[in-house]
């Protein structure tokens, strides 16, 4: 690939669907109809005769299923993932709303960085606030309309090979096995995916995979939400390690049901809020006075925890040998620490890069490396933002890349003036949101900028 990380991102940001549906394809099978699965089979839908997509939970169970058991906890949706979403589904804002989703635009967001409150960017791309299976139910809906998809609920249980080309999965349901044949295979498994299993057992090499320790702990839980339109409706607010504090952050969201949706998160040993009295009593002592006014709403149900161990990501793209007729897609290629809220944009993303590959009249007997190559830049640009502000929480202890202290010290810098300065504030938005490379905030100017931001503040 002869492109720039930078120029390649900012390409398939552009991605639009094809005017036409211009098959290259026969059969399409997906594995795994959670976000990515769903947006990977909307991309096909215009590349292939026909799309199925394989989940071991019945699609038309609405809410919470066990096949995805972080949909309990507050999903944030970036900007850079709602632009794409409209772009595979025009309307997407107005059936979201219709159906309860809370409108966060710029001005009903605010976000806090250790307890001083960030500028607003006034044209910084818009949002939608909403539980996660509001969001996933809606793509699911728009995706199981497409008249050339359908779903068939088994479980995938290995790849059906002939020769160097994946042709198929066999899948078990009710005891009874079969086999779904297609012209190329989209593993969207989750992070837990056993692709690189099934390769293995298939003689082919398992990708390597690297892991970064996070050990995140996350307690959500409900409350009664009195405004039916609140000023703010997505609430953020985030504690550098210079805060000395126990918690690292905590956010509260408007929901479609008329609660709001409130998270606090600690790393290591911490595991802040696992009672209702302990998660009340730190939104009041730890955090800005909306996080108080919020606890002083009645708390419905139970605090609900969960654990992140680890960030991980498996290099497809670095394999020697891969077998044509296979891709991987959203967390079964690289998951994040959910404090940055990157996945569903990243699986927005690797949809991108499909259509982008599909368009490219790709000879699909042989191995997707176009297809790998292009994601390796969006895997990069999430795993760079995340694993580079994990590196700085006193419980990880690297890997640390080579220059590490000079770019934290920059990246500090940034970050800091984000709180006052709406130009260094912007660019950290559209970097942040995936929309821009990384290396658009690594430039002379933008330091200066950050620097004189925060010497003005002080
Ligand atoms: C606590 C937490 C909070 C998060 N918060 C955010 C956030 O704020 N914003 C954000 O963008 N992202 C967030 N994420 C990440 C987000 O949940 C994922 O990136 C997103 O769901 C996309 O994942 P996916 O579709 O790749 O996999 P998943 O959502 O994990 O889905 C995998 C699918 O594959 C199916 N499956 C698995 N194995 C098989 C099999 N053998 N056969 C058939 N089907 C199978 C499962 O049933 C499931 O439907 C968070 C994650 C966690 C853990």
């Known amino acids: 690939m002869s492109s720039s990380p930078a120029r390649v991102l900012a390409a398939l940001n552009a991605v639009r669907p094809p005017d036409q549906p211009s098959p290259v394809i026969g059969r399409a099978v997906v594995v795994g109809g959670s976000v990515a699965g769903l947006l990977a089979a909307r991309v096909l839908s215009d590349y292939a005769e026909s799309v199925v997509i394989v989940d071991r939970d019945d699609p038309h169970v609405t809410g919470g299923r066990p096949g995805v058991p972080q949909g309990s906890q507050l999903h944030a949706l970036l900007p850079g993932g709602f632009l794409q979403l409209e772009r595979l589904f025009p309307g997407f804002r107005e059936r979201a709303v219709a159906q309860g989703a809370i409108e966060a635009p710029p001005a009903a967001r605010r976000n806090y960085l250790d307890g001083r409150l960030k500028v607003v960017v006034p044209d910084d791309a818009d949002s939608l606030a909403g539980t996660r299976p509001l969001l996933e139910g809606l793509i699911r809906e728009q995706v199981l309309r497409l008249p050339n998809v359908k779903t068939v609920t088994a479980r995938a249980t290995g790849l059906v090979c002939d020769g160097g080309v994946v042709t198929g999965v066999h899948c078990e349901a009710g005891g009874a096995t079969g086999v779904e044949s297609g012209d190329l295979v989209v593993d969207a498994m989750g992070r837990s995916s056993r692709l690189s299993e099934w390769l293995e057992q298939a003689g082919w090499d398992r990708p390597a995979l690297r892991r970064m320790t996070v050990d995140l702990n996350y307690a959500t839980a409900l409350f009664r939400r009195r405004e039916a339109a609140p000023e703010a409706t997505v609430v953020l607010a985030l504690h550098t390690a210079r805060m000395s504090s126990d918690v690292a952050g905590a956010a509260f969201f408007a929901r479609e049901d008329g609660r709001w949706m409130a998270m606090m ?145 920059a990246s500090r810098q940034i970050v800091s003036a984000t709180v006052t300065d709406v130009p260094t504030a912007r660019r950290f938005n559209e970097v942040v949101s995936m929309l821009a490379h990384p290396s658009s905030l690594a430039t002379p100017g933008v330091l200066l900028g950050a620097l004189r931001a925060n010497r003005r503040a002080r």
């Open 265 to 409: 998160a600690g790393y290591g040993a911490n595991r802040p809020g696992r009672t209702a009295d302990d998660f009340v009593r730190r939104l009041r002592e730890q955090f800005p006075p909306e996080f108080g006014a919020l606890a002083a709403n009645e708390m419905l149900g139970e605090v609900q925890t969960y654990r992140h161990a680890d960030s991980r990501r498996r290099d497809f793209h670095g394999l020697r040998r891969l077998p044509a007729g296979l891709v991987s897609v959203g967390d079964a290629v690289a998951s994040f620490n959910p404090v940055y809220g990157q996945g569903m944009t990243a699986a927005a993303l690797h949809a991108a890069c499909l259509s982008a590959y599909l368009r490219s009249g790709p000879d699909l007997g042989a191995p997707a490396r176009r297809f790998f190559a292009l994601q390796k830049v969006v895997v990069d640009v999430a795993w760079s933002m995340s694993t580079s502000a994990d590196l700085a929480l006193p419980h990880v202890d690297g890997p640390y890349p080579r220059g590490y202290r000079l770019s934290s010290w």
